[in-house]
Each structure stands twice: as structure tokens, then as C-alpha cells.
T-cell receptor
């Protein structure tokens, strides 16, 4: 596609519900990143994939957060038993190769509100 | 761990004027990359400009330029001839030569006054 897309754009969940957020990276991009952006703050790294391999998940805040990219393209970020502190915008980014000089292209994000 | 600081939560500039947004960072690495991203209300993060730490020459992209002071660990963004469409959150970001993820600053909200 022309850019990184994410769905849904908005998600409201009741505390304790499970949610799944989808990211469609730019076609052919090897690397995929997830970030969490709390209100009024900068994005914070969650996890990184190179193709289907999850190479870094050091930013995932708890074992309730799980990400996958089984075929090396679309990725899903799953949050189990959502808590109010999970409310944030979740951004996905992709890059062509993943080298340090590579530009990351961001999607529009999914705004998650946990009631 | 690397940190990025943006000391100006909000800035405003008159249309057609020039504004400078500040960014400082902390790292023990000598080789790294610095970025400025723009995030309008649509939430789409858009790359504005990037700077490689090994380059002494300041990066320039049309109306956008940076003042990179490596010794001072400072990386400010200058926007010339400000336009209404420049209004957005601006994030300074750091990326080292080994990691894949960015470290972002807290952002500066820029308003452009007509």
C-alpha cells in the first residue's frame, strides 16, 4: 500500500477485556515497530520485528502485552485483560531494511481507551 | 540509557516568521542519528529532517534546518517562513548505531498565528 495503515483507528474497551490492534506495513518493508504514546507524551518503544522474528520486546510493559507477525507482513498487538493505564495511542512503524540509517514510516495510530 | 529532552512544551510563531525548537539529548555513544518528527492532529508522524552525528554539516530541508552541536548534545530545529500547516507537535528523536528503536522527547506543541 501507499503507507502504513492501522486498524481500528479508535477502540474503546471495558477494563478486563482483551483487544487486538492491527498494523499493515508498507509492502516489502522488512522491519516493523510498535510504540505506545500516552497523552501529551512522546512515543515509547514496545517491540520490533524483522520479518517474522521478534528481535526485541524489551519495551512491552507486562506479560499482558503480546505481539506477533506470523508471515512477516501484517502484525497484531494484543493486550489481554486491559487496564486503565493501557489507554494510549498505539503507533506502528515500518522500515525497508532495518538498518540504523533506515527511515521509519509511521501509521496513524490506534487510540485505545479503557473504561 | 539515552534520554531526549525538549524543554519547551509549547511555542507559538507568527505566520512567515522564524521559530526555533530546542532539543538536548544524553548519550555515551559517538555514532548515532537524530531526527525531528512532526505529528499533526491526524496523529501521523511525519519525518521532517534527520542528522547523522558523524556529519559536521547541519542538515537542511527546504524551510527546515537544524543546529547540531555534538559537544553540547544539542539538536535544535529552525523553521523559517512559518506556515499555518506547520502547526503540530514536534518530536525530537535519537537512534543509536546499533539499536532499531527511537528514543523520543516529550514533544513541543507549535502554534502558528495568522
Amino acid at each position: 500500500g501507499a503507507g502504513v495503515s492501522q486498524s481500528p483507528r479508535y477502540k474503546v474497551a471495558k477494563r478486563g477485556q482483551d483487544v487486538a490492534l492491527r498494523c499493515d506495513p508498507i509492502s516489502g518493508h522488512v522491519s516493523l515497530f510498535w510504540y505506545q504514546q500516552a497523552l501529551g507524551q512522546g512515543p515509547e518503544f514496545l517491540t520490533y520485528f524483522q520479518n517474522e522474528a521478534q528481535l526485541d520486546k524489551s519495551g512491552l510493559p507486562s506479560d499482558r502485552f503480546f505481539a506477533e507477525r506470523p508471515e512477516g507482513s501484517v502484525s497484531t498487538l494484543k493486550i489481554q485483560r486491559t487496564q486503565q493505564e493501557d489507554s494510549a495511542v498505539y503507533l506502528c512503524a515500518s522500515s525497508l531494511v532495518g538498518g540504523s540509517t533506515d527511515t521509519q514510516y509511521f501509521g496513524p495510530g490506534t487510540r485505545l481507551t479503557v473504561l | 540509557a539515552q534520554t531526549v529532552t525538549q524543554s519547551q512544551p509549547e511555542m507559538s510563531v507568527q505566520e512567515a516568521e522564524t521559530v526555533t525548537l530546542s532539543c538536548t539529548y544524553d548519550t555515551s555513544e559517538s555514532d548515532y542519528y537524530l531526527f525531528w518528527y512532526k505529528q499533526p492532529p491526524s496523529r501521523q508522524m511525519i519525518l521532517v529532517i534527520r542528522q547523522e552525528a558523524y556529519k559536521q554539516q547541519n542538515a537542511t530541508e527546504n524551510r527546515f534546518s537544524v543546529n547540531f552541536q555534538k559537544a553540547a548534545k544539542s539538536f535544535s530545529l529552525k523553521i523559517s517562513d512559518s506556515q499555518l500547516g506547520d502547526a503540530a507537535m514536534y518530536f525530537c528523536a535519537y537512534r543509536d548505531n546499533y539499536g532499531q528503536n527511537f528514543v523520543f522527547g516529550p514533544g513541543t506543541r507549535l502554534s502558528v498565528l495568522p
